[in-house]
Structures are given as structure tokens and as C-alpha cells.
């Protein structure tokens, strides 16, 4: 069993409310910079679906001393790279440097950060909204199996729940944005008191604070954000929920998806361990079973389980089972349903002892990179309040036992608490095929 | 308010080097190593000379059928008690074929890593081929061809590489193979690929983490000790082109709504002498953010998410592509948008704050390329595969910095072919096929999706 790393940090709060995350690493020339800013699409109001996403574009459009394309030029002039992520949660902006460049990323992070009105205009609006729209377009809409993602959002969360729709919204949404929109969202959620900023990589702590300071420390705060839409919603589906969906694809494929505990809950712990045991890597139950032993499912590169880390009211885990070529589709969700409820009624030690191995390595790499470990400082600060958990969820996870993962699956993955989402081709492209 | 509105300069910059790394033989095998210290995670993997450059005509995808059954169970176990034994070390395998090599092995957590490679010893050396493995994993393939295909960026590429490349070359074909050969292919093809090519002699082993307290020899041995070593030589592939001139298909998917656009021709292989100043020049017509492809493409007109471009380069041979999914409607002017910036660099090259700009990006980014064990292990499986000199990233990064404005006019004139562009669109051709049939791109031929 690999030792356990730690990653020593230091945490401070600038008077306007920033949060500041610093941790050294000199191993390399390099620096992370990463902000989280508290506000994704959980939060954005009816009709305007697919605007917290729209707004992070914007983001990279110029700021108050930030001409047009510059944001990315300066960055790349510095031999960085770049990029910025939004999901129901929290929107993210994040920035590789060679280490020397620290002071160009924090730069442009603070002047995004308070000065963004100043560039903010309607053809960039409009040019942005084309964009995303043909980032819908390319990423689900003209792809196969497309819309599961949206599927699986609101078949399990009810009409007006923040989760209810995927951060990428909808067409007509997007197509209303206005103006009047992004400077309002920015003023109410764009704030150094609803950010955190995490700084990772071969830097003097001291230095990089001072910096901080100079930066950032000008920016007021805002202060009296508006209470989100609440997230509360009964830990559980209660039922089963079926739908099928026929399309243009090459093969059946399965999606179940089950309400769990959020992110950083002691059920979400146990999920995590569970999810190997289950489905991730080639010694797992599904990979036997369905994969070698049985040849109903197709091989994936990453795990056939996963758990999303959701912190309002429930999270999802989702299963994702695409079936080899000419199998029933009822007999390959047969066999899953199977596999799971043996999970259920028992899970070995050796099970366990593998799962934990694969976990353990599986966080080494996660956060073997600055920019993912600066990434998961800024995460476990934003969404549960301390950085310094990135130094307890592995010793939690080696914990779990074999009688948990049996206990707490069968609660999670349980026939009543289950979303099944299947993918069918549709009748015409298989009259082709037999033709 | 107060924002700082003077822009910030560097600090004194650390130097940076490639990490050193160490060739030497051992059990008449070559073993390349580079210590990072203080890395929990070490990557032990065998490169060989064994990519789909080297498949018999006909066979194609045969080497990555040899790549995915080295992990379906050996001598020793089944598939499933290998897969078991290397999760119980925290070591994951990756094993995957390009078009100039084979390459296999684990990321492990450094303590591990003798284990890990006598488990890659196991699966390269002892793996055991047995009829129903093969059949799985050909037929496992076979699948996932027909989700690649029903994704357009993938169906796009197909249909580019068969329109560019004559029938007589592999390169016309997908570099994992596609339906057609793997169906072919018998298990004996597979059993026959696997002991022409992985031999000894072919192979190379690459360990890379904190070495300190590894016995490298050891691994060394673990891997090639006894090694069948009959001499196999390298294969030359035929990278013949099907024809000059410029050429369009449209490859029929009704109801698309976006349109998955290339453009391009074939290219020079890795070792052309403007290396370096071709692929800047191509940096700025299509390979960065602020790319004139990506400019105009995305960030000026909206069509797509995005624009790109760039140079292919494999050790015999290579292509030039540009690509972008657009809104359907706007397939005809997207695509001669395409066509104008290629043409524009190749005529009038670039502009000195272009070249500023992409020199300065090309060269800072080394350090944050290499930072860690995974991409240093991977950039030593390109010396490998590529012959390259001990000094070859620092010296490639040199380069880079001083490669003039003449040089890339050079390049773009040269190594860009405005007339031999070969178009691919996968896309509703009803929607789209007679304006795409005004632009001049040549002839247009309308192929029906095959899945």
C-alpha cells in the first residue's frame, strides 16, 4: 500500500472576503492559479437556463484593462495554458504558468474579477451565445446518445428543482440572455467575498500573498448574496422511473441513475469505495460478470459507476452500460440489476483491499498535478468550507469497510430509488441494417 | 475601486531542462530511465516497434488487437486475475497503439513498481492468446467502431484518410483499423503480428519516477532476460497519395445540425528539416486559442466552439488537417473561411507578432508539459520511437526561439498546398451540398452513412 501524501497549505482571508488557498510545490518551475466562484447553474432563474455558462465565456471576452482576445494571448505569451469550467455547482477559471508568470495570472484573474462591466458589450454577447450554442450543438445535439445527460437531470429531479436542468441549458434560453442579464448576474454573484483562490507550485508562500493582496485587495466586496433556490428534495426517488429513448444510435445503451447523500457526506464516502467494487477497473463485479464472463456490456475506459459531486440536497450516482452488438437490451439490465444486488448481500475483504489500492493511486494522480491539486483545494474550500480536507477523504475512504460498501449500496442502489434511461436504435436505421 | 492597471513583469525565471534520463542495455535489451524524485506515482512501459505503420496491408488495427489481449490473461492467470493483480498494487494499464508504435505498461505507486514490471514482463512475454480471448477482444473492437463511427469527427476522419491516401496505403486507412480488416482478421493473423513484432529487439523500456532504492537492472532483466531474440527489421509503409488536386466529399447524414468540416492533404514525415518551422507556422494558422482558424471561425463570425489546424507528423510520412464543427447552415461560408486563411498564410506567411506570440507560447509551455511522471515517460517513448538525441527536447525548445519569420514564410509556402486541398463534410447534404458545390473546392461526390 502506497504511503499517504500530504499537502501542506496555508489559508487566509483578504479583508474583502477572498479566500485565499496557498500551497507550495517545487518540484517543477510551474504554478496553478484557480479561482472558484460559488455560482453555477443551480442558481440561475427560471428561463434563463444555460446562462451561468453562457456568463463564464464572457469571462474570457477582456476586462477593465484586458483588451478583447487578450486574456488568452497574455497567458499563452507566457507559456500557459488555460481554461474555465461551470457545472450546477460552482463556475471555475483556472491557469498554468511557468512560475515565473505568477503575477500575470493573478493579474488577469483580478481584473476579471472587479472589472469586467468595462468590456462588456452586446456583440460580444451575441458572438459568445453563437458559441455556446454550436458547443451544445457539437457536444449533444449532433451526437449520439446526446441528450442522456439531460435525461438523467430531470428524471431525477422534479420540474423547478435547481437540478433539474443541465448546465448547458436550452436553446431558447440562451436565445433570451440579454445584456441587461450578464451585468446583473455579475453584480450579484461576481464578488472577491464569493471566491476562493488557490494558488499551487513552486512559489515563497510570502511573496504570493503580498501579490494577492496588491491585486485583489482592492476589489470591494459585495456582500448579501441572495439565498439560492433551495436544493432540498427527499434523499431518495421513492420509485422507480423508466424512459426510453429511441434515436439515431449504433447500439442500446443503458443509463441508471439513483439519488444519493451529496458531496461530502459520510454516504458519499462509502459510494465512492462502493462504485470501485462495483464498477471500476477490470477486477470489478460488473467488469467480470458483464464483461468477461457473460459479454453483454461493452468495455469503458473510465469506471461504469460514478457518483457526482453534488452538495445541494441529493447528488446522482450513475451507472452507464452500452451493450455489445446484438445483445437483448432486458438481458443485459437484467444482469446489471443482478450484479448490484449481490453487491448488496456481501462484498469480500479481497474486494475491499483491491478497491482501496485502486483508490488510493487514483487520488495520487488526481492530484499529482498542480493544477489538479489546486483545483481540489479550491473545490473542498468553495463547496464544504476547508481546503484541508484534501488531506482527510482518503484516510475516510480507507476506512469503509466491506460490511458498509454491502449495507449502504443496497440502500443507494436500490430498485426504488433508481432512474432507468434507455437508449434504443431507432426502427428505421435498423430496417438498414437487416436490409 | 482599484484595480492594478499596470500589467505585471516576470520574475527571474527558473531554469528548465528536460530531465535527464539514462540509456543502457541490460539482458540484451535497452532499458531508458529518468529519476524525478519526491513523485509518488512511477510509469514502468514497454515502447516497441510495433504500430500500425508496420501492419501487413489488409490487416489493419491488427497491432491494437496484440495491445488490448496482453492484459486478457497469460500463462499464469485469466484475464480477469491479471486485471485483479495489478489493481491490488494500485497500478493501472494502459496499452495502446499510433502509427509507430506499441506501447504498454502501468502507472504504479512507486513501491510497486518491481511488481508492476514483472507483470508487464508477464503480460508482453506470456500473454496467452487462446481462441475465445481473441474472439472477445476482436469482436469488443468491432463494437466500438460502430459507436466511433456514429460520432461525425470520427466518421470525418475515416473518410479523410481513405480520400487522401491511395488504396495501396495503410495511412488510407484508420490508424486502429476499421471494420472491414478487423473482421477479416484471423486469430492466427493476430498470434502471427504479436511474434513478428514483439521481440526484444523491437522493444524498449521505459521507467520514470523516484528511482531512488529501484534496481533498475533488475527490471531490466525481469523484462528481457531470455527474450526470444530472431532479428525483425522495421517496415517502411507506403504513404502514397490517391490523387493531385482539389476534391470534395460529403459524407450524407440527414437531419445533422451541425456539419463536421476537414480540409486538408497529406504531409511530411517527423524528421523534415523545417520541423520546427512548420509546425509554428501551423501554431498560428490553427494550433493555439488566438489562432487565425479559431479567430475568425469562432470568436469573429460564431459558427463553431471551435477551429483548428495543424501537421500529422509520423516517422514516414504525415498529413495537414483543419478542422471544425459548424452550424449546419453555415457550412458553405465556414468552409470558405477554412480555405481562405490556409490560403492567406500560404501566400503571405505570417505577421512578426504572430510568430512573437507562438514562439513564446511553444517554448514557455515545456515546463508545464513535462511537469509530471506520465508525460515525461510518454516524451521518452517518443525518443524511442523516433530515434531522437539525448538533447533532443532542450535542443527542439532552442529551436524554437530562434526560428526566423523567413523560415515559416518558407514553410507555409511549401508545406501548405492550397490546390491538393481534399475537403471532407459530414453533414445533411441536402442542406448543404449545392452550396458547398459553389465554393471551388472541386469535384463533389456524396457518399450515404455506412452505419
Not at chain 2, 56 to 67: M, N
Not at chain 2, 208 to 214: F, M, S
Request: net charge negative; glycine share 10%.
Amino acid at each position: 500500500m502506497a504511503t499517504i501524501a500530504h499537502y501542506p497549505h496555508t489559508e487566509h482571508r483578504l479583508d474583502n472576503g477572498l479566500r485565499v488557498v496557498i500551497s507550495e510545490d517545487h518540484l517543477a518551475p510551474v504554478v496553478a492559479v484557480n479561482v472558484w466562484y460559488d455560482v453555477g447553474s443551480r442558481h440561475e432563474v427560471l428561463g434563463r437556463t444555460g446562462f451561468a455558462h453562457l456568463f463564464e465565456h464572457l469571462m474570457f471576452q477582456g476586462s477593465a484593462n484586458v483588451g478583447r482576445g487578450e486574456h488568452f494571448a497574455l497567458i499563452n505569451a507566457a507559456g500557459g495554458t488555460l481554461n474555465g469550467t461551470t457545472w450546477c455547482d460552482r463556475t471555475n477559471y483556472f491557469e498554468t504558468l511557468p512560475s515565473h508568470h505568477l503575477a500575470t495570472g493573478l493579474w488577469l484573474e483580478a481584473d476579471r474579477m472587479g472589472g469586467l462591466l468595462d468590456a462588456l458589450d452586446q456583440p460580444n454577447l451575441d458572438n459568445q451565445r453563437e458559441v455556446v450554442k454550436n458547443e451544445k450543438r457539437q457536444t449533444r445535439d449532433n451526437q449520439p446518445y446526446g441528450s442522456w445527460l439531460e435525461q438523467v437531470h430531470s428524471s431525477c429531479y422534479p420540474a423547478g428543482h435547481p437540478y433539474h436542468h443541465t448546465t448547458i441549458g436550452s436553446m431558447e434560453d440562451l436565445d433570451a440572455a440579454s445584456l441587461e442579464d450578464a451585468r446583473a448576474f455579475y453584480s450579484t454573484w461576481y464578488a472577491p467575498d464569493n471566491a476562493v483562490l488557490s494558488v499551487v507550485g513552486d512559489v515563497d508562500p510570502a511573496t504570493v500573498l503580498e501579490q494577492v493582496q496588491r491585486f485583489f485587495g482592492g476589489i470591494p466586496p459585495k456582500g448579501g448574496f441572495p439565498t439560492p433556490p433551495s436544493t432540498d428534495i427527499a434523499p431518495r426517488l421513492g420509485r422507480e422511473v423508466r424512459r426510453t429513448v429511441t434515436d439515431r444510435v449504433p447500439v442500446p445503451r443503458i443509463f441508471v441513475a439513483y439519488r444519493t447523500a451529496p458531496f461530502g457526506t459520510h454516504e458519499f464516502d462509502v459510494m465512492q469505495v462502493a462504485n470501485i467494487v462495483l464498477g471500476g477497473g477490470r477486477g470489478s463485479r460488473l467488469y467480470k460478470a458483464l464483461v468477461l464472463d457473460r459479454q453483454l456490456l461493452q468495455p469503458s475506459e473510465g469506471s461504469a459507476i460514478d457518483s457526482w459531486p453534488f452538495v445541494g440536497g441529493a447528488t446522482l450516482t450513475i451507472a452507464d452500460l452500452a451493450a455489445r452488438e446484438g445483445v437483448d437490451v432486458d438481458q443485459l439490465e437484467e444482469a446489471y440489476h443482478h450484479e448490484v444486488a449481490r453487491l448488496a448481500a456481501g462484498v469480500t475483504r479481497d474486494e475491499i483491499e483491491r478497491a482501496h489500492a485502486v483508490i488510493t493511486s487514483d487520488w495520487l494522480h488526481h492530484l499529482s498535478g498542480v493544477d489538479g491539486r489546486a483545483d481540489t483545494f479550491s473545490q473542498f474550500a468553495t463547496l464544504l468550507g476547508d481546503p484541508g480536507l484534501i488531506n482527510d477523504v482518503l484516510p475516510r475512504w480507507l476506512a469503509v469497510g466491506a460490511d458498509e460498501v454491502a449495507e449502504v449500496a443496497g440502500q443507494v442502489l436500490a430498485p426504488t430509488n433508481r432512474a432507468v434511461i434507455t437508449f434504443l436504435p431507432d426502427a428505421e436505421d435498423e430496417q438498414e441494417a437487416a436490409a | 475601486m482599484t484595480l492594478i492597471t499596470d500589467r505585471p513583469s516576470p520574475s527571474d525565471p527558473r531554469p528548465w531542462t528536460f530531465p535527464a534520463f539514462e540509456r543502457r542495455e541490460v539482458a540484451g535489451g535497452r532499458v531508458i530511465t529518468a529519476h524525478l524524485p519526491g513523485r509518488p506515482l512511477a510509469v514502468t512501459s514497454l515502447v516497441v516497434d510495433a504500430g500500425a505503420s508496420s501492419e501487413p496491408l489488409g490487416q489493419a488495427g491488427v497491432a491494437e488487437l496484440v495491445a488490448r489481449a496482453l492484459s486478457e490473461g497469460t500463462a499464469a492467470r485469466d484475464a480477469y486475475g491479471f486485471g485483479v493483480a495489478g489493481e491490488r498494487l494500485g497500478a493501472s494499464w494502459r496499452a495502446s497503439t499510433d502509427w509507430d508504435s506499441l506501447r504498454c505498461g502501468f502507472e504504479v505507486p512507486v513501491g510497486e513498481l518491481a511488481a508492476a514490471t514483472d507483470l508487464l514482463a508477464e503480460a508482453v512475454r506470456d500473454a496467452a492468446f487462446a481462441d475465445e480471448t481473441l474472439k472477445r477482444v476482436r469482436d469488443e473492437r468491432l463494437d466500438e467502431i460502430s459507436i466511433e463511427l456514429s460520432q461525425p469527427a470520427a466518421r470525418a476522419g475515416a473518410a479523410f484518410a481513405a480520400e487522401v491516401f491511395a488504396d495501396s496505403s495503410r495511412y488510407g486507412r484508420s490508424e486502429a483499423g476499421d471494420e472491414g480488416t478487423i473482421s477479416a482478421l484471423a486469430n492466427d493473423d493476430i498470434r502471427a503480428f504479436r511474434s513478428a513484432r514483439l521481440r526484444r529487439s523491437l522493444a524498449t523500456l521505459v521507467v520514470v519516477g523516484d528511482l531512488d532504492g529501484a534496481d533498475v537492472e533488475a527490471l531490466g532483466r525481469s523484462v528481457f532476460d531470455g527474450w526470444d531474440d530472431s532479428a525483425e527489421g522495421s517496415v517502411v509503409p507506403d504513404v502514397a497519395v490517391r490523387a493531385a488536386g482539389r476534391r470534395v466529399v460529403i459524407v450524407d447524414r440527414p437531419g445533422s445540425v451541425q456539419s463536421m468540416l476537414m480540409v486538408g492533404h497529406d504531409g511530411p514525415p517527423r524528421k523534415v528539416e523545417d520541423y520546427v518551422a512548420m509546425t509554428t507556422m501551423s501554431m498560428i494558422l490553427g494550433g493555439m486559442f488566438s489562432s487565425r482558424l479559431n479567430m475568425k471561425i469562432r470568436e469573429e463570425k460564431g459558427y463553431s466552439y471551435g477551429a483548428f489546424g495543424g501537421y500529422d507528423t509520423r516517422k514516414h510520412g504525415g498529413m495537414f488537417l483543419a478542422r471544425s464543427a459548424v452550424q449546419s447552415e453555415v457550412t458553405a461560408p465556414a468552409l470558405a473561411d477554412i480555405v481562405a486563411e490556409i490560403e492567406r498564410m500560404h501566400a503571405g506567411g505570417v505577421e512578426p507578432d504572430e510568430l512573437e506570440q507562438a514562439r513564446a507560447y511553444r517554448a514557455g509551455v515545456f515546463p508545464i508539459s513535462f511537469a509530471g511522471t506520465a508525460p515525461v515517460a510518454s516524451g521518452l517513448a517518443d525518443v524511442v520511437t523516433h530515434g531522437f538525441a539525448d538533447d533532443h527536447f532542450d535542443a527542439l525548445r532552442a529551436r524554437v526561439l530562434t526560428v526566423t519569420k523567413a523560415e515559416l514564410d518558407a514553410s507555409a509556402r511549401t508545406r501548405l498546398r492550397p490546390d491538393d486541398l481534399v475537403t471532407v463534410v459530414v453533414g445533411d447534404a441536402e442542406v448543404i451540398e449545392a452550396d458547398v458545390a459553389g465554393l471551388g473546392l472541386g469535384p463533389v461526390t456524396v457518399v450515404p452513412d455506412e452505419d
